[in-house]
């Protein structure tokens, strides 16, 4: 019996033993499998949180990108703004000086006829006076008329010195009363207001007639300027305070060279200028011109000696 006893103990540890042996393997399972399932559930959570991370980054990277769009498309917007009203202020500046060239033009146009005009009723006589105005300009050949600007503005009538002085001579010739008196007329009716300067040219021949009373050309020229003074001043009816001389002599041709005789008829002349009234013309000397004397003068820039 007993060793039926003794087995059946040993049987019942063995069994024992073996059925520990199972419980141990099934929790060692269960655990692995929650393990696994814990890693698992781990992973997904880190792929979640790469993918959001991801996501995030592109959403900024993309507002990022349209904020700058944004910018750019506001100064652009801006360029195009400030392009626009440049070009119209541009637009606006060049329609004003076009208008004010225009009426620049519109103005010499009327001095240009307006001057035409005071041409011809002086040249009734013949075509022996010349005006000068501003960037004019009609051919000598037309009747011995020419026109053209001065910087100063002044205006110019230009008499040919055969027309009022016998060769050598600074006295007026008889014949030429009615030409002064013309020029003077116009003086009056069309320039009240300007101050008046008398120059006389030669050409640059020596003073042959009359030697002992002209010496040299300048000499000539200044009795030539101050005898029209004279007339203009007690027959032309014009103020002589307005009015002062100056001779110039050969110092300022209009043709130079002088190859022909034609050319020495040119230099040869009593210019009349019309000064304009906004410039300021020697008032000392125009307010001590009322004694009737002319003021003449060797260049423009020498005091001024009595003529008598």
Known sequence: MSWIKTATTSALAAGVILLSAGCTSKKDVAIAAKDDTIRRQEAAMANAESERQSADAQARAASEQAAK?????????????????????????????????????????????????????MNRGGGTIVVTQPNQCVPQEQGGIGMSKHRDNSIHISVAGSVLFEPGRGELKSGCSDQLMRIASTIR?????????????????????????????????????????????????????????????????????????????????????????NLKVQKDQLAHNGDGQAHAFQTSATPPAAHK
């Not at 110039?248 to 209009?254: C, I, K, S």
């Open 69 to 121: 769009a944004a910018e750019l498309n506001r100064q652009l917007a801006s360029q195009n703004e400030q392009m626009a009203t440049r070009t119209s202020q541009q637009m606006a500046q060049n329609a004003s000086i076009m208008n004010q060239q225009n009426e620049r033009l519109v103005a010499i146009q009327g001095e240009f006829g307006t001057l035409e005009g005071l041409v011809k009723n």
């Open 189 to 277: 009716q069309q320039f009240p207001n300007n101050a008046i300067r008398i120059e006389g040219h030669t050409d640059s021949t020596p003073v042959v007639h009359s030697r002992d009373k002209y010496p040299d050309n300048m000499a000539l020229s200044q009795a030539r300027a101050a005898a029209v003074y004279d007339f203009l001043a007690k027959r032309g009816g014009i103020p002589a305070g307005k009015m002062y001389t100056a001779g110039y002599g050969d110092r300022q041709p209009l043709v130079t060279p002088e190859r022909t005789a034609a050319d020495r008829s040119k230099n040869r002349r009593v210019e009349i200028v019309i000064l304009p009234n």
